[in-house]
Protein backbone atom coordinates (compact mmCIF):
# COMPACT_ATOMS: atom_id res chain seq x y z
CA UNK A 1 0.00 0.00 0.00
CA UNK A 2 1.65 3.31 -0.92
CA UNK A 3 1.03 6.34 1.21
CA UNK A 4 0.94 9.49 -0.76
CA UNK A 5 2.81 12.06 0.56
CA UNK A 6 1.16 15.64 0.52
CA UNK A 7 2.89 18.46 -0.83
CA UNK A 8 6.61 19.22 0.45
CA UNK A 9 5.87 22.50 2.39
CA UNK A 10 3.06 21.17 4.31
CA UNK A 11 5.66 19.03 6.64
CA UNK A 12 7.88 21.64 7.71
CA UNK A 13 6.70 24.16 10.54
CA UNK A 14 7.17 27.74 8.39
CA UNK A 15 9.54 30.65 10.32
CA UNK A 16 7.67 32.70 12.90
CA UNK A 17 7.62 36.25 11.45
CA UNK A 18 9.84 39.06 12.48
CA UNK A 19 9.55 41.43 14.89
CA UNK A 20 9.36 44.12 11.71
CA UNK A 21 6.69 42.14 10.22
CA UNK A 22 4.48 41.61 12.96
CA UNK A 23 4.59 45.40 13.67
CA UNK A 24 3.56 47.87 11.27
CA UNK A 25 6.13 50.56 11.06
CA UNK A 26 5.60 54.02 12.64
CA UNK A 27 5.81 56.88 9.95
CA UNK A 28 8.28 59.06 11.20
CA UNK A 29 6.82 62.62 11.40
CA UNK A 30 9.22 65.92 10.86
CA UNK A 31 8.26 66.54 14.73
CA UNK A 32 9.31 63.05 15.51
CA UNK A 33 12.75 63.62 13.41
CA UNK A 34 13.56 66.81 14.86
CA UNK A 35 12.76 65.13 18.58
CA UNK A 36 15.19 62.51 17.58
CA UNK A 37 17.92 65.09 16.25
CA UNK A 38 17.51 66.50 19.54
CA UNK A 39 18.17 63.63 21.57
CA UNK A 40 21.21 63.38 19.72
CA UNK A 41 22.43 66.42 20.24
CA UNK A 42 22.23 66.44 23.84
CA UNK A 43 23.84 63.15 23.90
CA UNK A 44 26.87 64.46 21.71
CA UNK A 45 26.96 67.55 23.83
CA UNK A 46 27.24 65.10 27.05
CA UNK A 47 29.56 63.24 25.71
CA UNK A 48 31.59 66.61 24.77
CA UNK A 49 31.17 67.95 28.42
CA UNK A 50 32.71 64.46 29.74
CA UNK A 51 35.89 65.10 27.66
CA UNK A 52 35.86 68.81 28.84
CA UNK A 53 36.20 67.76 31.82
CA UNK A 54 38.97 65.30 31.96
CA UNK A 55 37.80 62.67 33.71
CA UNK A 56 40.49 60.04 33.17
CA UNK A 57 41.29 56.86 35.38
CA UNK A 58 44.94 57.10 34.96
CA UNK A 59 44.41 60.82 36.07
CA UNK A 60 42.54 59.79 39.25
CA UNK A 61 44.72 57.06 40.03
CA UNK A 62 47.75 59.18 40.34
CA UNK A 63 45.49 61.19 42.73
CA UNK A 64 45.82 58.83 44.96
CA UNK A 65 48.70 59.81 47.23
CA UNK A 66 46.03 62.77 47.78
CA UNK A 67 43.43 60.32 49.21
CA UNK A 68 46.39 58.77 51.10
CA UNK A 69 46.89 61.87 52.76
CA UNK A 70 43.46 62.64 53.12
CA UNK A 71 42.56 59.83 55.67
CA UNK A 72 46.08 59.94 57.23
CA UNK A 73 44.75 63.41 58.42
CA UNK A 74 41.47 61.40 59.26
CA UNK A 75 42.76 59.31 61.90
CA UNK A 76 39.42 57.22 62.27
CA UNK A 77 36.01 58.27 62.76
CA UNK A 78 34.63 60.67 65.63
CA UNK A 79 31.02 61.75 66.61
CA UNK A 80 29.41 64.01 68.74
CA UNK A 81 28.73 62.65 72.18
CA UNK A 82 25.74 59.72 72.75
CA UNK A 83 22.99 62.93 74.09
CA UNK A 84 23.99 65.59 71.44
CA UNK A 85 24.07 62.67 68.88
CA UNK A 86 20.78 61.64 69.75
CA UNK A 87 19.66 65.49 70.00
CA UNK A 88 20.77 66.08 65.85
CA UNK A 89 19.12 63.32 64.80
CA UNK A 90 16.21 64.43 65.92
CA UNK A 91 16.03 67.56 65.35
CA UNK A 92 17.07 66.54 61.86
CA UNK A 93 14.26 64.21 61.41
CA UNK A 94 11.67 66.53 62.78
CA UNK A 95 12.10 69.48 60.43
CA UNK A 96 12.49 67.15 57.66
CA UNK A 97 9.00 65.56 58.31
CA UNK A 98 7.44 68.66 59.90
CA UNK A 99 8.75 70.60 55.65
CA UNK A 100 7.66 67.54 54.09
CA UNK A 101 4.39 67.05 55.40
CA UNK A 102 4.36 71.45 55.08
CA UNK A 103 4.60 70.55 51.24
CA UNK A 104 1.91 67.86 51.49
CA UNK A 105 -0.55 69.80 52.30
CA UNK A 106 0.49 73.32 50.20
CA UNK A 107 0.55 70.72 47.47
CA UNK A 108 -3.51 69.66 47.57
CA UNK A 109 -4.95 72.80 46.28
CA UNK A 110 -1.97 73.45 43.85
CA UNK A 111 -2.43 69.83 42.46
CA UNK A 112 -6.26 69.58 41.91
CA UNK A 113 -6.01 73.81 40.06
CA UNK A 114 -3.29 71.38 37.83
CA UNK A 115 -5.18 68.99 37.22
CA UNK A 116 -6.80 68.86 33.54
CA UNK A 117 -10.01 66.89 35.01
CA UNK A 118 -10.54 69.07 38.22
CA UNK A 119 -8.92 72.54 37.52
CA UNK A 120 -11.67 75.71 37.13
CA UNK A 121 -10.34 76.66 33.94
CA UNK A 122 -6.99 76.83 31.62
CA UNK A 123 -5.97 79.97 33.42
CA UNK A 124 -5.87 78.45 36.62
CA UNK A 125 -4.20 75.36 36.05
CA UNK A 126 -0.78 77.24 33.79
CA UNK A 127 -1.08 79.36 36.98
CA UNK A 128 -0.91 76.21 39.17
CA UNK A 129 1.59 74.65 36.81
CA UNK A 130 4.15 77.24 36.90
CA UNK A 131 4.11 78.02 40.66
CA UNK A 132 5.25 73.99 40.55
CA UNK A 133 8.01 74.40 38.16
CA UNK A 134 8.99 77.79 40.25
CA UNK A 135 9.09 76.08 43.51
CA UNK A 136 11.24 72.69 41.95
CA UNK A 137 13.62 75.43 40.26
CA UNK A 138 14.10 77.67 43.62
CA UNK A 139 16.65 75.66 45.43
CA UNK A 140 16.17 75.06 48.55
CA UNK A 141 19.08 76.34 49.93
CA UNK A 142 18.46 79.68 48.28
CA UNK A 143 15.14 79.38 49.98
CA UNK A 144 16.95 78.82 53.34
CA UNK A 145 19.20 82.19 52.59
CA UNK A 146 15.68 83.89 52.80
CA UNK A 147 14.27 82.29 55.51
CA UNK A 148 17.27 82.64 57.82
CA UNK A 149 17.17 86.69 56.83
CA UNK A 150 13.36 86.65 58.23
CA UNK A 151 13.73 84.54 61.34
CA UNK A 152 15.43 83.52 64.13
CA UNK A 153 18.41 80.53 63.23
CA UNK A 154 17.35 77.16 64.10
CA UNK A 155 14.97 74.83 62.22
CA UNK A 156 11.99 76.89 60.87
CA UNK A 157 14.12 78.22 57.77
CA UNK A 158 14.78 74.80 57.09
CA UNK A 159 10.93 73.64 57.82
CA UNK A 160 9.97 76.36 55.15
CA UNK A 161 12.82 75.71 52.49
CA UNK A 162 12.29 71.90 52.60
CA UNK A 163 8.22 72.51 52.28
CA UNK A 164 8.22 75.23 49.26
CA UNK A 165 11.21 73.49 47.68
CA UNK A 166 9.29 70.27 47.64
CA UNK A 167 5.88 71.53 46.22
CA UNK A 168 6.96 71.20 42.78
CA UNK A 169 7.84 67.42 42.47
CA UNK A 170 4.64 66.59 45.24
CA UNK A 171 2.16 68.94 43.60
CA UNK A 172 3.13 67.50 40.04
CA UNK A 173 2.68 64.10 41.00
CA UNK A 174 -0.50 64.70 42.74
CA UNK A 175 -1.73 66.10 39.96
CA UNK A 176 -0.64 63.07 37.70
CA UNK A 177 -2.17 60.95 39.95
CA UNK A 178 -5.95 63.06 39.82
CA UNK A 179 -5.84 62.77 35.90
CA UNK A 180 -5.81 59.08 36.03
CA UNK A 181 -8.70 58.40 38.11
CA UNK A 182 -11.85 56.62 37.18
CA UNK A 183 -13.94 59.31 36.75
CA UNK A 184 -16.80 57.37 37.71
CA UNK A 185 -17.31 57.72 41.07
CA UNK A 186 -17.11 61.78 41.13
CA UNK A 187 -19.61 62.26 38.23
CA UNK A 188 -22.00 59.87 40.68
CA UNK A 189 -21.26 62.38 43.35
CA UNK A 190 -21.88 65.09 41.17
CA UNK A 191 -25.28 63.74 40.08
CA UNK A 192 -26.31 63.43 43.34
CA UNK A 193 -26.01 66.75 44.07
CA UNK A 194 -22.64 66.49 46.11
CA UNK A 195 -20.44 69.56 46.49
CA UNK A 196 -17.14 70.28 44.72
CA UNK A 197 -15.83 69.11 48.44
CA UNK A 198 -17.73 65.77 48.94
CA UNK A 199 -16.65 65.26 45.54
CA UNK A 200 -12.74 65.50 46.06
CA UNK A 201 -13.08 64.03 49.72
CA UNK A 202 -15.52 60.66 48.62
CA UNK A 203 -14.98 60.57 44.94
CA UNK A 204 -11.40 61.36 44.31
CA UNK A 205 -9.45 61.07 47.63
CA UNK A 206 -9.96 57.64 47.88
CA UNK A 207 -8.42 56.43 44.44
CA UNK A 208 -5.40 59.17 44.67
CA UNK A 209 -4.29 57.92 48.58
CA UNK A 210 -2.14 54.80 47.79
CA UNK A 211 -0.30 57.16 45.20
CA UNK A 212 -0.09 60.62 47.29
CA UNK A 213 1.05 58.30 50.55
CA UNK A 214 3.94 56.89 48.36
CA UNK A 215 4.75 60.54 46.96
CA UNK A 216 5.45 61.66 50.40
CA UNK A 217 7.37 59.24 51.77
CA UNK A 218 9.48 59.08 48.82
CA UNK A 219 10.17 62.97 48.92
CA UNK A 220 10.48 63.30 52.30
CA UNK A 221 13.53 60.16 51.23
CA UNK A 222 14.86 63.03 49.04
CA UNK A 223 14.52 65.73 51.83
CA UNK A 224 16.36 64.44 54.58
CA UNK A 225 19.37 63.28 52.30
CA UNK A 226 19.08 67.17 51.01
CA UNK A 227 18.96 68.44 54.55
CA UNK A 228 22.96 67.54 54.71
CA UNK A 229 23.04 71.10 52.71
CA UNK A 230 21.28 73.43 54.66
CA UNK A 231 23.59 73.21 57.06
CA UNK A 232 25.68 75.08 55.06
CA UNK A 233 23.18 78.01 55.35
CA UNK A 234 22.37 77.61 58.97
CA UNK A 235 19.98 75.65 59.55
CA UNK A 236 20.23 73.24 62.44
CA UNK A 237 20.77 69.97 62.62
CA UNK A 238 23.40 67.22 61.53
CA UNK A 239 23.81 69.13 58.51
CA UNK A 240 25.09 72.07 60.14
CA UNK A 241 27.53 70.07 62.58
CA UNK A 242 29.05 68.61 59.79
CA UNK A 243 29.78 71.99 58.42
CA UNK A 244 31.15 72.93 61.32
CA UNK A 245 33.64 69.95 61.19
CA UNK A 246 34.64 70.02 57.70
CA UNK A 247 35.31 73.68 57.69
CA UNK A 248 37.44 73.31 61.20
CA UNK A 249 39.49 70.14 59.07
CA UNK A 250 37.87 67.93 61.66
CA UNK A 251 37.61 65.15 58.95
CA UNK A 252 36.79 62.24 61.25
CA UNK A 253 34.09 63.95 63.01
CA UNK A 254 32.41 65.27 59.59
CA UNK A 255 32.83 61.58 58.07
CA UNK A 256 31.53 60.07 61.17
CA UNK A 257 28.51 62.68 60.71
CA UNK A 258 28.44 62.14 57.01
CA UNK A 259 28.02 57.92 57.93
CA UNK A 260 25.62 58.58 60.37
CA UNK A 261 23.12 60.40 57.98
CA UNK A 262 24.03 57.21 55.30
CA UNK A 263 22.76 55.04 58.03
CA UNK A 264 19.72 57.50 59.07
CA UNK A 265 19.05 57.40 55.37
CA UNK A 266 18.83 53.63 55.00
CA UNK A 267 16.54 53.52 58.33
CA UNK A 268 14.54 55.68 56.75
CA UNK A 269 13.75 53.69 53.43
CA UNK A 270 13.17 50.82 55.60
CA UNK A 271 10.47 52.60 57.38
CA UNK A 272 8.96 54.06 54.50
CA UNK A 273 8.85 50.98 53.42
CA UNK A 274 6.54 49.58 56.10
CA UNK A 275 4.41 52.17 56.12
CA UNK A 276 3.67 51.52 52.72
CA UNK A 277 2.93 47.94 53.15
CA UNK A 278 0.61 48.70 55.84
CA UNK A 279 -1.19 51.47 54.32
CA UNK A 280 -0.98 50.20 50.40
CA UNK A 281 -1.42 46.55 50.86
CA UNK A 282 -0.75 45.04 47.34
CA UNK A 283 -0.74 47.96 45.26
CA UNK A 284 3.17 47.27 43.15
CA UNK A 285 3.36 50.19 41.60
CA UNK A 286 3.68 52.43 44.84
CA UNK A 287 6.79 50.25 45.67
CA UNK A 288 10.24 51.43 46.26
CA UNK A 289 13.48 48.60 45.95
CA UNK A 290 13.42 48.78 49.84
CA UNK A 291 9.64 47.55 49.48
CA UNK A 292 10.97 44.60 47.22
CA UNK A 293 13.43 43.78 49.48
CA UNK A 294 11.40 43.57 52.73
CA UNK A 295 8.24 41.97 50.54
CA UNK A 296 9.65 40.54 47.76
CA UNK A 297 6.90 37.91 47.34
CA UNK A 298 4.01 40.61 46.59
CA UNK A 299 1.35 39.04 44.47
CA UNK A 300 0.80 40.68 41.19
CA UNK A 301 -2.83 43.20 41.78
CA UNK A 302 -5.82 41.84 40.47
CA UNK A 303 -7.73 43.67 37.25
CA UNK A 304 -8.82 46.77 38.17
CA UNK A 305 -12.62 47.01 39.84
CA UNK A 306 -14.91 49.84 40.73
CA UNK A 307 -14.83 49.68 43.90
CA UNK A 308 -18.42 48.46 45.41
CA UNK A 309 -19.27 52.01 47.12
CA UNK A 310 -18.75 54.03 43.92
CA UNK A 311 -21.70 51.17 42.01
CA UNK A 312 -24.15 54.24 43.20
CA UNK A 313 -24.57 58.03 43.97
CA UNK A 314 -25.85 57.08 47.05
CA UNK A 315 -23.13 54.70 48.16
CA UNK A 316 -20.65 57.42 46.90
CA UNK A 317 -21.51 60.14 49.01
CA UNK A 318 -22.22 57.64 52.37
CA UNK A 319 -19.27 55.34 51.44
CA UNK A 320 -18.66 52.83 54.27
CA UNK A 321 -15.68 51.71 56.78
CA UNK A 322 -14.15 49.36 55.61
CA UNK A 323 -11.16 47.24 56.82
CA UNK A 324 -8.74 49.70 53.77
CA UNK A 325 -10.45 52.71 55.40
CA UNK A 326 -9.90 52.23 59.31
CA UNK A 327 -6.05 51.24 57.94
CA UNK A 328 -5.76 54.42 56.22
CA UNK A 329 -7.65 56.28 59.14
CA UNK A 330 -5.03 54.92 61.72
CA UNK A 331 -2.24 55.86 59.52
CA UNK A 332 -3.92 58.87 59.12
CA UNK A 333 -3.35 59.48 63.46
CA UNK A 334 -0.54 58.07 63.45
CA UNK A 335 1.09 60.19 60.50
CA UNK A 336 -0.54 63.21 62.44
CA UNK A 337 1.23 62.08 65.92
CA UNK A 338 4.75 62.28 64.48
CA UNK A 339 4.24 65.43 62.94
CA UNK A 340 3.36 66.85 65.94
CA UNK A 341 6.30 65.12 67.71
CA UNK A 342 8.57 65.97 64.91
CA UNK A 343 6.90 70.32 65.22
CA UNK A 344 7.59 69.88 69.12
CA UNK A 345 10.91 68.67 68.74
CA UNK A 346 12.21 71.53 65.89
CA UNK A 347 11.38 73.39 68.46
CA UNK A 348 9.86 76.64 66.56
CA UNK A 349 9.75 79.97 67.84
CA UNK A 350 6.38 80.77 66.97
CA UNK A 351 6.52 84.29 67.89
CA UNK A 352 8.95 84.49 64.53
CA UNK A 353 5.64 84.28 62.73
CA UNK A 354 4.37 87.70 64.68
CA UNK A 355 7.54 89.62 63.60
CA UNK A 356 8.61 87.97 60.33
CA UNK A 357 6.06 90.28 58.48
CA UNK A 358 7.96 93.83 59.45
CA UNK A 359 11.10 92.23 57.74
CA UNK A 360 9.79 91.02 54.31
CA UNK A 361 9.93 94.67 52.84
CA UNK A 362 13.88 94.78 54.14
CA UNK A 363 14.85 91.22 52.93
CA UNK A 364 13.03 91.89 49.53
CA UNK A 365 15.35 95.16 48.88
CA UNK A 366 17.95 92.54 49.57
CA UNK A 367 17.10 90.67 46.86
CA UNK A 368 15.54 93.00 44.27
CA UNK A 369 16.07 93.99 41.88
CA UNK A 370 19.01 91.13 40.33
CA UNK A 371 22.53 92.30 39.29
CA UNK A 372 25.47 90.53 38.85
CA UNK A 373 27.25 93.14 40.67
CA UNK A 374 31.25 93.04 40.70
CA UNK A 375 31.01 90.00 38.17
CA UNK A 376 31.52 90.35 35.16
CA UNK A 377 28.14 89.09 32.86
CA UNK A 378 29.99 87.17 30.15
CA UNK A 379 32.06 85.44 33.77
CA UNK A 380 28.35 84.25 34.86
CA UNK A 381 26.81 83.26 31.51
CA UNK A 382 30.32 81.19 31.43
CA UNK A 383 29.76 79.53 35.31
CA UNK A 384 26.21 78.64 33.91
CA UNK A 385 27.18 76.76 31.01
CA UNK A 386 29.60 75.19 32.94
CA UNK A 387 26.90 73.96 35.66
CA UNK A 388 25.16 72.78 32.93
CA UNK A 389 27.92 70.77 31.35
CA UNK A 390 28.61 69.10 34.38
CA UNK A 391 24.76 68.01 34.66
CA UNK A 392 24.97 67.13 30.97
CA UNK A 393 28.03 64.95 31.46
CA UNK A 394 26.52 63.24 34.87
CA UNK A 395 23.44 62.40 33.26
CA UNK A 396 25.54 60.60 29.90
CA UNK A 397 27.71 58.60 32.47
CA UNK A 398 24.63 58.06 34.78
CA UNK A 399 22.68 56.32 31.39
CA UNK A 400 24.73 53.38 30.96
CA UNK A 401 25.10 51.91 34.43
CA UNK A 402 21.81 53.22 35.42
CA UNK A 403 20.04 51.23 32.47
CA UNK A 404 22.38 48.28 33.67
CA UNK A 405 21.33 47.98 37.32
CA UNK A 406 17.55 49.02 36.36
CA UNK A 407 17.16 46.04 33.91
CA UNK A 408 18.26 43.81 35.98
CA UNK A 409 16.13 45.06 38.70
CA UNK A 410 13.21 44.83 36.89
CA UNK A 411 11.29 41.04 37.79
CA UNK A 412 10.97 40.82 34.00
CA UNK A 413 14.30 41.23 32.45
CA UNK A 414 16.74 39.72 35.50
CA UNK A 415 17.97 36.46 35.03
CA UNK A 416 17.64 34.96 38.46
CA UNK A 417 16.24 35.99 41.96
CA UNK A 418 20.17 36.66 42.78
CA UNK A 419 20.99 38.83 40.11
CA UNK A 420 18.06 40.63 40.95
CA UNK A 421 18.53 40.84 44.15
CA UNK A 422 22.21 42.46 43.98
CA UNK A 423 20.56 45.21 41.80
CA UNK A 424 18.05 46.14 44.93
CA UNK A 425 21.07 45.89 47.08
CA UNK A 426 23.48 48.37 45.26
CA UNK A 427 20.74 50.68 44.12
CA UNK A 428 19.44 51.31 47.23
CA UNK A 429 23.01 51.69 48.72
CA UNK A 430 23.56 54.31 46.42
CA UNK A 431 20.36 56.38 46.74
CA UNK A 432 21.51 56.81 50.70
CA UNK A 433 24.76 58.48 49.98
CA UNK A 434 24.31 62.09 49.83
CA UNK A 435 25.84 63.35 47.03
CA UNK A 436 27.24 66.62 48.68
CA UNK A 437 28.95 64.00 51.17
CA UNK A 438 30.56 62.40 47.76
CA UNK A 439 31.62 65.63 46.58
CA UNK A 440 33.18 66.85 49.77
CA UNK A 441 35.48 63.94 49.96
CA UNK A 442 36.04 63.81 46.15
CA UNK A 443 37.03 67.40 46.44
CA UNK A 444 39.43 66.65 48.86
CA UNK A 445 40.86 63.60 46.86
CA UNK A 446 40.87 65.45 43.40
CA UNK A 447 40.96 68.95 44.00
CA UNK A 448 38.46 71.88 43.17
CA UNK A 449 36.77 71.74 40.08
CA UNK A 450 33.82 69.96 38.31
CA UNK A 451 35.38 67.07 38.08
CA UNK A 452 34.66 66.07 41.68
CA UNK A 453 31.08 67.33 41.30
CA UNK A 454 30.31 65.26 37.94
CA UNK A 455 31.18 62.39 39.35
CA UNK A 456 29.47 62.52 42.69
CA UNK A 457 26.15 63.83 40.34
CA UNK A 458 26.61 60.55 38.42
CA UNK A 459 26.83 58.10 41.00
CA UNK A 460 24.39 59.49 42.86
CA UNK A 461 21.91 59.64 40.08
CA UNK A 462 22.59 55.72 39.30
CA UNK A 463 20.32 55.10 42.38
CA UNK A 464 17.41 57.33 41.38
CA UNK A 465 17.32 56.62 37.80
CA UNK A 466 18.10 52.73 37.95
CA UNK A 467 15.09 52.59 39.92
CA UNK A 468 12.85 54.98 37.83
CA UNK A 469 13.70 52.43 34.87
CA UNK A 470 13.37 49.52 36.35
CA UNK A 471 10.18 50.90 37.95
CA UNK A 472 8.93 51.55 33.71
CA UNK A 473 10.36 47.97 32.51
CA UNK A 474 8.33 46.19 35.33
CA UNK A 475 5.40 48.16 33.99
CA UNK A 476 5.33 47.71 30.52
CA UNK A 477 2.52 45.11 28.67
CA UNK A 478 3.89 41.83 29.51
CA UNK A 479 2.01 40.66 25.94
CA UNK A 480 4.69 41.34 23.58
CA UNK A 481 7.34 39.60 25.83
CA UNK A 482 5.17 36.15 25.80
CA UNK A 483 4.91 36.47 22.25
CA UNK A 484 8.45 36.99 21.69
CA UNK A 485 9.73 34.03 23.63
CA UNK A 486 6.72 31.88 22.47
CA UNK A 487 8.20 31.72 19.16
CA UNK A 488 11.98 30.79 20.49
CA UNK A 489 13.32 34.30 21.05
CA UNK A 490 16.55 34.59 23.71
CA UNK A 491 16.06 36.53 26.91
CA UNK A 492 18.02 39.27 25.29
CA UNK A 493 15.95 39.55 22.26
CA UNK A 494 12.76 39.86 24.05
CA UNK A 495 14.55 42.67 26.19
CA UNK A 496 15.64 44.46 22.94
CA UNK A 497 12.37 43.78 20.67
CA UNK A 498 10.02 44.04 23.38
CA UNK A 499 10.88 45.41 26.99
CA UNK A 500 12.75 48.38 25.80
CA UNK A 501 10.61 49.93 22.98
CA UNK A 502 8.15 49.75 25.04
CA UNK A 503 9.85 51.56 28.14
CA UNK A 504 11.68 54.18 25.82
CA UNK A 505 9.06 56.97 26.42
CA UNK A 506 9.84 56.41 30.36
CA UNK A 507 13.21 56.38 29.64
CA UNK A 508 13.41 59.47 27.50
CA UNK A 509 10.99 61.21 30.41
CA UNK A 510 13.84 59.74 33.51
CA UNK A 511 16.45 61.15 31.67
CA UNK A 512 15.39 64.65 31.10
CA UNK A 513 14.29 64.28 34.84
CA UNK A 514 17.65 63.30 35.85
CA UNK A 515 18.73 66.23 33.73
CA UNK A 516 16.75 69.00 35.70
CA UNK A 517 17.61 67.29 39.00
CA UNK A 518 21.03 67.40 38.09
CA UNK A 519 21.16 71.17 37.33
CA UNK A 520 20.12 72.10 40.35
CA UNK A 521 22.24 69.86 42.48
CA UNK A 522 24.99 70.71 40.05
CA UNK A 523 24.37 74.42 41.69
CA UNK A 524 24.35 73.21 44.94
CA UNK A 525 27.76 70.89 44.58
CA UNK A 526 29.44 74.00 43.28
CA UNK A 527 28.84 75.37 46.95
CA UNK A 528 31.60 73.11 48.43
CA UNK A 529 34.18 73.42 44.87
CA UNK A 530 32.47 71.62 42.75
CA UNK A 531 32.92 74.14 39.73
CA UNK A 532 29.80 76.22 37.72
CA UNK A 533 27.56 78.55 39.11
CA UNK A 534 27.41 77.55 42.86
CA UNK A 535 30.87 79.09 43.54
CA UNK A 536 29.94 82.41 42.75
CA UNK A 537 26.49 81.76 44.63
CA UNK A 538 28.38 80.54 47.46
CA UNK A 539 30.24 83.81 47.16
CA UNK A 540 27.26 85.60 47.13
CA UNK A 541 25.76 84.66 49.86
CA UNK A 542 28.73 84.91 52.23
CA UNK A 543 29.56 88.69 51.02
CA UNK A 544 25.76 89.33 51.39
CA UNK A 545 25.38 90.59 47.65
CA UNK A 546 21.73 88.82 48.15
CA UNK A 547 20.79 90.79 44.67
CA UNK A 548 23.81 88.74 42.88
CA UNK A 549 21.81 85.84 44.16
CA UNK A 550 18.91 86.33 42.63
CA UNK A 551 20.09 87.14 39.46
CA UNK A 552 22.00 83.71 39.48
CA UNK A 553 18.19 82.14 40.52
CA UNK A 554 16.64 83.66 37.63
CA UNK A 555 19.04 81.85 35.45
CA UNK A 556 18.84 78.90 36.95
CA UNK A 557 15.23 79.16 36.48
CA UNK A 558 15.61 79.80 32.83
CA UNK A 559 17.35 76.77 32.43
CA UNK A 560 14.88 74.60 34.36
CA UNK A 561 11.97 75.78 31.95
CA UNK A 562 13.88 74.96 28.91
CA UNK A 563 14.89 71.42 29.93
CA UNK A 564 10.81 71.08 31.26
CA UNK A 565 9.80 72.20 27.79
CA UNK A 566 12.45 69.90 26.02
CA UNK A 567 10.98 67.09 28.17
CA UNK A 568 7.31 67.91 27.79
CA UNK A 569 7.87 67.90 23.87
CA UNK A 570 9.74 64.89 23.86
CA UNK A 571 7.05 63.05 26.08
CA UNK A 572 4.45 64.11 23.19
CA UNK A 573 6.30 63.41 20.33
CA UNK A 574 7.42 59.69 21.37
CA UNK A 575 4.03 58.70 23.12
Known amino acids: MTVL ?3 ATSSATPPPPSVAERAPRRPMSPERIAAALTLLALVVLGILAVNEVGISLPAMIESWGNAENFFARVRGLSFPEPGDLLWLIALTVGLVLTGTLLAAVLSVPIAYLAASNTTPGNGWRAAARFIGVLTRALPDVVLAMAFVLMFSLGTLPGILAIGIHSIGMISKMFADAIEQIDEGPRLAIRAAGGSKMQEFASGILPQVLPSWVATVLHRNDINLRGSVVLGYVGVAGLGLEMSYAFKALNYGKGLGIALVIFVLCVAMEIVSSLVRGAMLGQQRQTRSWIDRIIHPRLPAPAAATRPAWATSPESALHRPWTAQRVRHAIAGVVAALVVIGGVIVSDINWLDFATFWGRIPEVAAKFWPPSFGNYDTAAMVGAMRDTVA ?11 PSLLLGSLAASNVAPNQGARGTARFLLVGIRGIPELILAIVLVVITGLGPQAGVIALAIGGIGLLGKLIADSFEEVDRGPERALRAVGATRLQTYASATVPQ ?3 A ?21 VGGGGVGYYLLNASQGSRYETVTAIVLMILVTVLVVEGLAMWMRKVFR
Open 507 to 527: LIGHSFYMLDTNIRAATILGI
Open 5 to 7: AGP
Open 390 to 400: IALAATVLTLL
Open 503 to 505: GMR
